[in-house]
């Protein structure tokens, strides 16, 4: 199993990717697997770990290998007007998930991105619709061309009840 975390950029070095991925060994051969890069929610102010991890272990226990982002969020008055940013960074995640698929045992063709939002518009907005003026062709190219993304609406989630 490949778990490890890269910085993404120098520019936030506390925006990483995590990886969760089966590999094949010597005795179990395995095909490559269909990815998925989650995106933990928090209106950009901090990442819910309830949205993070618990995520990731349902996908990995699918049969997909998984990523997990965690991007740049507001902490600080400086860190208002994040702007693009969080964007971008969910753009280098898939481009070097797929640059590195191989390594990650993945079909760079299958790429998929979970975005955990309060409602259907935010999750719309930063993921199918939003591409920053300024990001390089590149990780441009990464953000139009995974394969599919899957929103968890929490705000559409009834919240549980609980027995006395």
Request: proline share 7%.
């Amino acid at each position: 199993m490949i778990y490890e975390t890269i910085s993404l950029w120098d520019k936030h070095p506390e925006a990483t990717l995590t990886s969760y991925c089966i590999t094949s060994t010597a005795e179990l051969k395995l095909d490559p697997r269909r990815a998925v890069v989650v995106c933990p929610g928090g209106g950009y102010h901090f990442l819910s770990d309830r949205e993070a991890e618990p995520i990731v272990f349902k996908f990995l226990s699918a049969g997909f290998n998984v990523f997990l982002l965690r991007y740049k969020v507001v902490r600080t008055e400086a860190d208002m007007g994040l702007g693009y940013e969080p964007v971008t960074e969910a753009a280098r995640a898939i481009a070097h998930v797929r640059e590195n698929a191989e390594k990650y045992n993945i079909d760079p063709e299958k790429i998929f991105v979970v975005a955990v939002v309060p409602d259907r518009g935010v999750g719309h907005n930063n993921v199918h619709t939003l591409v920053p003026p300024q990001l390089p062709a590149q990780l441009a190219d990464a953000l139009l061309h995974f394969l599919f993304c899957i929103l968890v609406v929490t705000g559409m989630i009834p919240a549980a009840t609980t027995q006395a």
